[in-house]
Nanobody, 124 residues
Framework: VQLQASGGGLVQAGGSLRLSCTAS????????MGWFRQAPGKEREFVAT????????YYADSVKGRFTASRDNAKNTVYLQMNSLKPEDTAVYYC??????????????????WGQGTQVTVSS
């Protein structure tokens, strides 16, 4: 599976962005998807995960109520809608895929495939 993330950019605090991650291949619906982020000098951290069908989502406490993960399996695409953005949300955001096994998975080590990352910068 190859993943291509897009949608990052520069936004003012309180603003919104929607990230997209498109996957190659015909088995997208068999992968649970995750979003992670990494700020300079920090470890990669879990943001959100969405189940194979999209019927279940989990979020980091820091983004709960502000971010929403969704997916369109017909388009092989997963989304991360980010509202009420804060300067501390500034990071490179990555999408990732994991096939089979348990759900949800919040550790980056559990994911099999990764996108290239997209930069999100929130100015104060």
């Amino acid at each position: 599976v190859q993943l291509q993330a897009s949608g990052g950019g520069l936004v003012q605090a309180g603003g919104s962005l929607r990230l997209s991650c498109t996957a190659s291949g015909r088995t997208f619906s068999s992968y649970a998807m995750g979003w992670f982020r990494q700020a300079p000098g920090k470890e990669r951290e879990f943001v959100a995960t969405i189940s194979w069908s999209g019927g279940s989502t989990y979020y980091a406490d820091s983004v709960k109520g502000r971010f929403t993960a969704s997916r369109d399996n017909a388009k092989n695409t997963v989304y991360l809608q980010m509202n009420s953005l804060k300067p501390e949300d500034t990071a490179v955001y990555y999408c990732a895929a994991v096939g089979g096994g348990s759900y949800p998975r919040r550790s980056a080590n559990n994911y099999d495939y990764w996108g290239q990352g997209t930069q999100v910068t929130v100015s104060s």
